[in-house]
């Protein structure tokens, strides 16, 4: 919907505003892969180690900082309503692969919503309303909005979210540099599982270097083991 102008697409006049014709070819197709995958155990336990991993810590990394914004988090680092958030994003996990659109999760992007006020539910019910109307202006309309518009969003987001970092013990160098290193690795790697595992691997050997390793619990080691494993022997 637009015309080149050198090496620059620019916007045009949408020739529709209103579009039906639905992609629905990906509808029911994980179900197509079942009867391989289960022929080999140990691919299907991988992928699915693999699956969990990655949505799991994904989901962990954005629901806190967004919890701790909306001031649900207590003292004792918990945020309250944190396990009905989880079984949202899961239920919805499964809802968008048998429906074949992109994973549905939730997004830091929620912050920009968060930092305008949106703190309940109604936020989520009236967004996933304009979202639904937006298909059938999608993509005609919806392509005047191009990546300069939406990347104000984003820095936005961004902002919200280093907002967080004044909660961080900047005295203690264990910590300090776990966050370094996870936000750096989130950066370089556009993963926040992978900066996750790379923050929890510094952690670890930090505080080895700190003399702290006995204050470790014993999950830590455990979560500290898996993450290993992940950055590097590729699962």
């Known amino acids: 919907c637009g015309f080149g102008v050198g090496d620059m697409a620019m916007p045009s006049v949408p020739t529709q505003f209103i579009s039906t014709s639905f992609d629905t070819s990906l509808f029911g197709a994980f179900a197509s892969g079942f009867g391989q995958i289960f022929s080999n155990i140990p691919d299907l336990i991988l992928i699915l180690f693999s699956l969990l991993f990655v949505t799991f810590f994904d989901t962990t990394g954005t629901l806190i900082p967004l ?22 994003d899961a239920i919805s996990g499964i809802i968008g692969a048998i429906l074949g659109t992109s994973t549905l999760t939730a997004y830091v992007e929620s912050a920009t919503g968060i930092g305008l006020g949106g703190r309940t539910g109604l936020t989520a019910i009236v967004t996933g309303i304009l979202f639904l109307v937006s298909l059938i202006f999608a993509p005609t309309v919806l392509a005047l909005f191009t990546s300069s518009v939406t990347a104000a969003a984003l820095v936005i987001v ?19 540099s776990s966050v370094f290193m996870t936000i750096i690795m989130m950066l370089l790697t556009y993963s926040i599982s992978l900066g996750i595992a790379f923050g929890f691997v510094t952690y670890a050997i930090t505080s ?18 898996v993450f290993v494993i992940y950055l590097f022997f590729g699962l």
């Open 67 to 88: 919890a701790n914004q909306c001031g649900f988090v207590d003292e004792k680092g918990e945020a309250d309503g944190i396990d009905r958030a989880f079984l949202g």
């Open 158 to 176: 961004g902002i919200l979210m280093m907002v967080q970092l004044k909660e961080v013990d900047w005295d203690d160098m264990v910590v300090v």
């Open 208 to 225: 080895i270097a700190a003399g702290k390793a006995k204050e470790l619990n014993w999950l830590v080691w455990v979560m500290v083991l």
